[in-house]
């Protein structure tokens, strides 16, 4: 009898914890998937029988025809965005109720992971971001461009100097080097070539933190996701203690070598020094960097006269910029190496432009003259329709909320404080009904004729509205840059490694196709 009087309450606890969570939007008359008690729909990753990327993709593509759906993280009942005009209206027209992402680390667990402009929320993240936004400006960004190039040219060099016939390598792993050497040198101020030097600190970190393929790690990252309270109190972040430290220390170094020796050094942390002193130095010639570039819009944060930037809250930003740029740009560049390798004619008009532009400057490349390549940014802006960054953002309701019925078949929905929105990019690039035939790499979807046909925030690889992605304008510098030297010199090419078509892995949490991405570096003669 006891047994069964201690069984009752619990599994009356397992029901309001696990179970009645389950029913949230069918209770609200929307449609929602059918998930499994306490995982929700991430079993498909948990269990590894969908990639993040694929299971985005099914999830967007569950109910065709409404405008919104319900999908569950866990036990968190999250609204997956699917209809453009009501993405504009969340993400713009009533940005003031959806201004913040979906916490994971709290600050006084882990306060520099807490504290980079993407995780900031409120007040704090429209000062930061107002102060930061001068930053990124095309102006600014033009300012890096020779940082840039030096570290393409450099990358380069380092497979001519091999002189082999054909070089087969593994793309994410190298243009993750590339891109670990073009943010310890933008954002650190510190030289690092880690296709010559493999093992150095910066690389190995930058390995450590993107991985997640040991069981450790997952259980890590769902107990946040799961129980967050709980992690709290244990302490638990998503990251290892050593890890902030070395970007806390790393920033704070720098940052005392300048001041006491007088450094000046065009990189973003002596932006970050300047917006710290309310400098803002605007130049009205910059090019802009390409289709793709996020717009920028007016915040009502305090800005430049936001002075209180310590050290920390510069790591913090350091920090951010080094994992967007170490992870998500190196897998959109390996992606778009293997598309420009199993589309030859697409490669081979791009390099015709590439040396076009090449020889009219005398063997060398300017920003302008770079940002100028029509076909290039055709090629970019394709690469990131197709394999977006990030295949999905969110926003958290800071206000209570009604999306309004359009449909018949509609209610008016109400949201509460706290309740997630889902932007699944990776489903609004692979639908048909915005971009024909879409798993065709197809540059010429962004030729003047064709881009005005783009329904409107149907292509946001850096995300929509006022929470877009800041650095929009360093990733795309850095794409171009990047391309524009290795196809100078190389012709990319499949190999006997080279998987066609791609599987992507269902182990990893990022998008990774499945035994990496092995392609051969062939020299040209074009030059």
């Not at 609200?28 to 995982?39: L, R």
Request: hydrophobic share 40%; charged share 25%.
């Amino acid at each position: 009898m006891l047994w069964l009087i201690l069984l009752i309450p619990l599994a009356v606890l397992m029901w309001f914890l696990f179970l009645k969570p389950m029913n949230h939007f069918t209770r609200m008359g929307v449609k929602q998937s059918t998930p499994w008690p306490i995982v929700g729909d991430l079993w498909t990753n948990i269990f590894w029988q969908m990639s993040l990327l694929e299971s985005i993709e099914f999830s967007y593509n569950m109910f065709p025809g409404v405008r919104y759906s319900g999908f569950y993280q866990f036990s968190i009942p999250t609204l997956i965005i699917k209809d453009p005009e009501l993405l504009k209206q969340l993400t713009i027209r009533d940005f003031d109720h959806f201004t913040d992402h979906r916490a994971l680390i709290d600050a006084d667990v882990d306060p520099l992971w807490a504290g980079h402009l993407f995780a900031l929320t409120g007040r704090k993240w429209k000062d930061m971001r107002a102060t930061l936004s001068g930053s990124f400006s095309s102006s600014k960004i033009k300012n890096l461009f020779n940082l840039m190039n030096g570290a393409a040219e450099n990358f380069v060099t380092f497979f001519l100097n091999k002189n082999e016939k054909l070089i087969e390598v593994e793309m994410r792993d190298t243009f993750s080097r590339f891109a670990n050497d073009i943010i310890a040198t933008t954002a650190f101020g510190i030289e690092v070539d880690s296709l010559k030097s493999p093992n150095n600190p910066f690389h190995l970190l930058g390995k450590r933190i993107t991985d997640y393929s040991s069981l450790v790690k997952r259980l890590r990252f769902f107990a946040i996701l799961i129980m967050p309270k709980l992690t709290k109190l244990l302490n638990i972040g998503l990251f290892e203690k050593e890890l902030s430290s070395f970007f806390y220390k790393t920033v704070k170094e720098t940052i005392q070598a300048r001041e006491e020796q007088g450094i000046v050094r065009q990189d973003m942390l002596n932006v970050l020094l300047e917006a710290r002193k309310g400098i803002q130095h605007e130049y009205s010639d910059a090019i802009e960097t390409g289709f793709a570039t996020v717009k920028e819009y007016t915040h009502s944060g305090k800005g430049p006269q936001f002075a209180n930037l310590t050290d920390a809250d510069l790591a913090a930003q350091a920090m951010v910029f080094y994992l967007a740029g170490f992870d998500t740009i190196s897998n959109a560049m390996s992606f778009g190496s293997y598309e420009l390798a199993i589309n030859k004619e697409i490669q081979n008009k791009l390099r015709s432009e590439i040396v076009e532009t090449h020889k009219l400057n005398d063997g060398k490349i300017t920003y302008d003259s770079l940002l100028k390549m029509q076909y290039m940014d055709k090629v970019i802006s394709e690469i990131l329709r197709k394999w977006p960054p990030a295949g999905i953002s969110d926003r958290v309701a800071t206000k209570p909320y009604t999306i309004e019925p359009v449909n018949a078949d509609e209610k008016p929905l109400n949201l509460k404080i706290g309740d997630v929105v889902w932007i699944p990019i990776f489903g609004f690039h692979r639908d048909p009904k915005n971009f024909e035939n879409p798993t065709k790499f197809d540059p010429e979807r962004f030729s003047d004729e064709n881009k005005s046909n783009i329904k409107p925030y149907t292509y946001v690889p850096f995300g929509a509205g006022p929470r877009n992605c800041i650095g929009s304008r360093f990733a795309l510098l850095e794409m171009k840059a990047l391309f524009y030297h290795l196809l100078l010199n190389f012709e990319i090419e499949p190999t006997k490694s080279t998987r066609v078509p791609l599987k992507l892995s269902a182990k990893s949490i990022t998008p990774s196709p499945e035994g990496g991405i092995w392609l051969g570096l062939k020299r040209t003669t074009s030059t």
